[in-house]
């Protein structure tokens, strides 16, 4: 018998290196021992339909931890589709109030449910998830049942009542995912850490100004840059009529364009020439832009991870005297915006450049800082 399980687990990771490329690789013999075959076809099917990777990525790692607390709560896997009771169930489990815990031991997640899966490492928090973190997970097991052909209750009235009511039951403050944005001032400050000339000052260099003079990048679109997707465009004259390098950074489907679209974004300038550097530097002529490089300074073949570019982010920090829990990967791309309004340049412009799509979204980071700054607040500041 566990013969035959080994044997199903060394089969799933074999599957799961087919499409390795897209997938949280280093949790595969987790994910192999936790994904059920059905699981690992609907995963493949999704990467022959052309899903977008960072898409895939967070399917496959919310699958996983529904799938580990199916068996914490249930004892077996996730059933398909999934009856309104388990998604009551769930929704219980993840949005509770600590007020009530106090009282009530039996309030929220089971401790033996909590204890499965900080044991496994599918849980860190101590207290309940963030709404948007169950919607998320929610949206996910609802696209994953779909692609099965098949229909779940994630529409029902139940079930939006219940989220709701948890929801209002624990009013918390939204926060964003970087403390402080790495707006002009503070990007100064970690580019001045950057001075030596070493390979990874040259690196650590390209990839802060091109993150954020290319509209704020997501870190994984940093990380996942190739050298096929720049193209040297033709010299910008500046106001004092200097010719500027210019290039464009073809960045092909992303999170918000549409499935067919090429996203394109342009450098001018100083981001063009630090970018040059390291690829003169590392002598990059194709494949990943941004690499790996060990404790002697040689450059690998290997590109960097998503998770290395926010870590670069927060190292520049702690060089700068700053805060680096303050920062991270994600303040560049609301620095990048905040930037824009500080500077005075029209949201739709900046948003050209950073490939919002949704108005309301980008102007969470633009309208904060002009009403901030704005004569609004001001009535009685004398």
Not at 117 to 123: K, P
Request: hydrophobic letters at 40%; charged letters at 25%; one cysteine or more.
């Amino acid at each position: 018998m566990e013969t035959d399980r080994q044997g199903q687990v060394s089969r799933r990771a074999e599957a799961l290196d087919t499409i390795a490329a897209v997938l949280p690789i280093d949790r595969r013999d987790k994910l192999a021992e936790l994904l059920i075959d059905q699981d690992i076809e609907t995963l493949r099917h999704l990467v022959n339909a052309g899903m977008g990777d960072n898409t895939l990525r967070a399917l496959t790692s919310d699958l996983g931890y529904l799938e580990a607390w199916s068996q914490a709560a249930t004892g077996g896997p996730l059933p398909w589709p999934a009856p309104e009771a388990l998604l009551l169930n769930f929704v219980a489990h993840h949005l509770w109030d600590p007020r009530q815990r106090e009282t009530d031991p039996d309030h929220g997640m089971p401790s033996v449910v909590e204890e499965a899966l900080r044991h496994g490492g599918f849980l860190r928090s101590t207290g309940p998830h963030a709404p948007d973190t169950v919607r998320r997970r929610l949206a996910n097991w609802s696209t994953l049942t779909k692609w099965r052909g098949l229909e779940g209750a994630f529409a029902s009235p139940a079930l939006k009542s219940a989220i709701r009511l948890a929801v209002r039951a624990v009013p918390r403050q939204r926060r964003r995912k970087s403390a402080k944005a790495v707006t002009g001032d503070v990007l100064s400050k970690l580019l001045a850490t950057c001075e030596s000339g070493s390979p990874r000052d040259l690196r650590d260099r390209a990839i802060l100004m091109v993150g954020f003079a290319s509209g704020g990048r997501r870190r994984s679109e940093i990380a996942d840059l190739r050298r096929e997707q720049l193209t040297a465009e033709a010299p910008v004259a500046s106001e004092g009529g200097i010719l500027l390098p210019s290039l464009s950074i073809h960045l092909g489907r992303t999170k918000n364009s549409g499935t067919s679209q090429d996203e394109v974004v342009y450098l001018t300038g100083r981001p063009v020439d630090a970018l040059n550097a390291w690829l003169a530097a590392a002598k990059i002529e194709s494949g990943s832009v941004f690499r790996a490089i060990d404790r002697w300074g040689n450059v690998s073949r290997r590109p960097l991870d998503p998770k290395s570019v926010n870590d670069i982010v927060k190292q520049r920090a702690a060089l700068a005297g700053l805060d680096s829990g303050e920062f991270s990967a994600h303040g560049i791309r609301s620095g990048y915006l905040t930037e824009a309004a500080n500077q005075g340049v029209p949201l739709q412009e900046a948003m050209e450049q950073s490939r919002h799509r949704s108005v309301q979204q980008a102007s969470e980071y633009y309208n904060s800082e002009v009403r901030r700054n704005g004569r609004a607040t001001r009535f009685l500041s004398v």
